[in-house]
């Protein structure tokens, strides 16, 4: 999930020239919204804070001997390669920001290792700031007019890794990627999870009508999934296109579904949905019994 934004709808505070270090009294506390221009007099450098902006930046770092880029590859191949999103040119020698929105952000480490730094609470240099005659700049993710920028939502697994959730390795080796867009059984079968789907109407129908789930349908989806191991992944790429998403919520509903003890029965279910569970086949079996 990405959203386009306008440069100028972030905030931003100066920093002394040919410096990182603020210009203001409170730091980035100072940081408003208004024209760069106003910013640059003097030649001061632009610093843009991420918290206070919805944001969170992967600092990858190239200088002093240090491979973040190699490391940051390393990263992706164990938990997902990373959307596409802004992404500045630092001035160190071939380092740069990714800089995604802060969904999901709860308390992240400070590093993924020794090359890899998280910026949140508190900020970066911005484009067009310049250090020792190498400037800041924006290589991918803005359009043309240099005004707009795409800012993506961080994937579950790098949510669950910076939140400290990971230490080593991901969750799972199921691969949800576009499971919520078109429902392929082999792809996450060996997690149990596609017998569940296959033999449930209320699922399948969740599944499809994502966008135009009630309130008691969505919380009811989570309830099945939810007590199934590695279902998290899952659970987010369905709901992520349910109007009301959000992060924060759907995790406080998949805690409140596991802490609840059983998922909702299949009679419950039919009883509560009978639009939807109809003459469904595991539902008449259950009734016999």
Known sequence: MTKICKLTDFAYFRCRKNSKIPATKNG???????????????????????????LIAIDVDEKNGKNGIQDLKHLEEQYGKLPLTLKQKSCNNGGYHLIFSDEGIVKP??????????RWNGYILSEPSVIDGKPYKFVDGIDESRKFVTIARLPYEWISLINGNNSSEPESKCNYN???????????????????????????F?????????????????SLLAPVIG?????????????????????LKIQRAKRFGKPQTCRYISTNFPEICGECSSNKNKRRK
């Open 231 to 251: 279902s998290e992944k899952i659970i987010h790429e369905l709901s992520s296109t349910y109007p009301k998403y959000s992060f924060k919520e759907t995790e």
């Open 206 to 222: 969740c599944k499809n009508e994502s966008q135009h789930l009630s309130e008691p349908q969505w919380f009811s989806m989570i």
């Open 28 to 54: 980035y506390h100072d940081a408003k919204v208004c024209n760069l221009s106003e910013l640059q007099v003097n030649d001061y450098n632009v610093g843009l804070p991420m918290r206070p902006n919805g």
């Open 109 to 118: 480490r400070g590093n993924l290792g020794n090359s890899i730094d998280i």
């Open 178 to 204: 576009n499971v919520a867009k078109v429902f392929k059984p082999s792809i996450i079968q060996h997690c149990e999870l596609g017998k569940v789907f296959e033999n449930c109407r209320f699922l399948q």
